[in-house]
């Protein structure tokens, strides 16, 4: 990749690159099984390090560029791909729905509605299409279901036993401008629910003027308020400006002890975009060779179809490696992604398309 991208060059010590992968974009499926009705294997959830944090060093990122234009480039080569196709193209997909964080994030959420998402959660795929694929031993599960705090009890209740975790946003989301204290009440509140995973958002405003001290001690608070939790940090990308904010960001959310980080809460004008989610990586690969810390990303808002959950497949994989398509290390956050890609899936495995309305719920 073009040397002119994201650099955080002033303190990087002489550590070894992590190895980019060489071949097409998903020629080398991890879970790619024989045509339909033969096994395609489901890697379980890995247990994942927490990320340890680290002082703020502004001199990790202070003199970063991004190069605008070559970061379009290099994300418009992974929209368009064509290379993965039949069982490979099946295998992918069924790794997309392992790493879905399935989300409600609605004003009318009710418990009713949180119950039917996590039956969904639970059997994110139609029996026959699971059968068909092979998978009727191990079906396949989503990462995480995401709700909004006072929806985390009922959440955890029908997920009871499943082993799929409970996120919930919190922090103000999605504006995250609430004062301190109660945004760190809303996480201890979340994780007494029984929340595994805290989705915080950051303030927008302290990117915008460049306070990182500010950023980083709040989400440093955010963090300990979680306690076990694992925290998922929130930049809002769409409302950054800039391309070199959001690598700023990523990397002072990061040191602050992020153990993701995540785009956009769907709720901005932009939400996920390749180039926004480049940035964000190559700040996660110069921590990650910074500190030796491997830390999850999660794209969303707006990914909505089988082709976006396969162009940021093929985003980890080309940048990040197989460690990054398992959901310790990656999730989507979505709300709808699953009915296409079961649509995808069902087209598969019975060669005919159903319309999106036969997949409810997802
Ligand atoms: O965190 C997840 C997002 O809020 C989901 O956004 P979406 O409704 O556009 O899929």
Known sequence: MDKTETRAQAAKPPVAKQQVAKTPAL???????????????VVSHGGHARNKGTPLRPEWFETVQVN??????????????????????????????????????????????????????????REDIVAALGLADAPPTVGAVCVY????????KALAGSGIPVAS????FPAGLTPLPQRLAEIRYAVDQGAGEIDIVINRAQVLTQDWNA??????????????AHLKAILGTGDLKT???????????MMAGADFIKTSTGKEDVNATLPVSLTMIRALRDYGDLTGEMIGFKPAGGLRTAKD??????????????????????????????ADIERQLEHYVTGRYSALTHHAMA
Request: aromatic content about 4%; proline content about 6%.
């Open 27 to 41: 020629a080398a499926v991890p879970t790619a099984g024989a045509p339909t009705g033969s096994a395609l294997t």
């Open 68 to 125: 605008l234009t070559a970061t379009e480039r290099r994300a418009g080569t992974l929209g368009g791909r064509r290379t993965v196709k039949k069982e490979y193209q099946a295998a992918w997909l069924v790794k997309a729905v392992q790493c879905i964080d399935l989300t409600t994030l609605a004003g009318d959420d009710t418990p009713g509605r949180v119950h039917r998402l996590a039956m969904k959660a639970r059997r994110p795929l």
């Open 149 to 156: 705090p006072t929806m985390v009890a009922p959440a955890v």
């Open 169 to 172: 946003v919190a922090t103000g």
């Open 215 to 228: 950023l980083y001690d709040e989400v440093k608070a955010m963090r300990e308020a979680c306690g076990e």
């Open 243 to 253: 391309l070199r904010n959001v690598y700023k960001a990523s990397m002072v959310a």
């Open 309 to 338: 959950a396969l162009a940021w497949l093929a985003l980890m994989k080309e940048e990040l490696g197989r460690p990054w398509l398992e959901p310790d290390l990656f999730r989507i956050g979505a709300s709808s992604l699953l």
